[in-house]
């Protein structure tokens, strides 16, 4: 049984500080992850995708993927209040489908 | 740009009583998946449809479920007779290959 494990928060960060969102999973094979952002009542909206070790960089966002480790993160720089939300992190293998964390609720202070 | 589109956002409907939720996947992508969400727990995977068929299902996807394709567009789900606890918000959602999943506004079922 895979599981996607992550912190539920809630984190708490001020405006315009860096938010720092972790997550692990149990499946070596995993391939491909994803960080989907879900506003309370609202379906996910995807926010990032990493396939490999590293950093990947869009904007005020930064996915990290370590396979050794089986850990996955997304930094928020500059956070704003908007951002307050839960964030998802998800992971599959080729076609599979998703399996999702329980989610990180963050709250950005103004 | 262009988006999952789900049908009804909110239904409420009597326990026992059938419901069937819509989809209209993104035009281009070849998987489509249900999910579910009950309050206040996480995303979870119900069924994958590929080429037509089911290619995948969790144990949630018991009998009282089903999916369909009845059109070129189209992607519905199912439950046949209502319990109390299928309350919950349903997600659709659809990829193209190997990519990311993008997923509708979801429909809110209320079970009376």
């Known amino acids: 049984q895979k599981e996607v494990e992550q912190n539920s928060g809630p984190l708490s960060v001020p405006e315009g500080a860096i938010a720092s969102l972790n997550c692990t999973y149990s499946?070596?094979?995993?391939?491909?992850f994803f960080w989907y952002r879900q506003y309370s009542g609202k379906s996910p909206e995807l926010i990032m995708s990493?396939?490999?070790?590293g950093d990947k960089e869009d904007g005020r966002f930064t996915a990290q993927l370590n396979k050794a480790s089986q850990y996955v993160s997304l930094l928020i720089r500059d956070s704003q209040p908007s951002d307050s939300a839960t964030y998802l992190c998800?992971?599959?293998?080729?076609?599979?489908?998703?399996?999702f964390g329980k989610g990180t609720r963050l709250s950005v202070i103004a | 740009e262009p988006e999952v589109t789900q049908t009804p956002s909110h239904q409420v409907t009597q326990m026992g009583q059938e419901v069937i939720l819509r989809c209209v996947p993104i035009?281009?992508?070849?998987?489509f998946y249900w999910y579910r969400q009950i309050l206040g727990q996480k995303v979870e995977f119900l069924v994958s449809?590929?080429?037509?068929?089911?290619?995948?299902k969790s144990e949630i996807f018991d009998d009282q479920f089903s999916v369909e394709r009845p059109d070129g567009s189209n992607f519905t789900l199912k439950i046949r007779s209502t319990k109390l606890e299928d309350s919950a918000m349903y997600f659709c959602?659809?990829?193209?290959?190997?990519?990311?999943?993008?997923f509708g506004q979801g429909t809110r079922l209320t079970v009376v």
């Open positions: 499946d070596r094979v995993s391939q491909s």
């Open positions: 990493i396939y490999s070790n």
């Open positions: 998800a992971e599959n293998s080729g076609n599979t489908p998703l399996v």
């Open positions: 035009s281009n992508h070849l998987y």
């Open positions: 959602a659809s990829r193209q290959g190997k990519t990311e999943a993008f």
């Open positions: 449809f590929y080429n037509n068929e089911i290619s995948e």
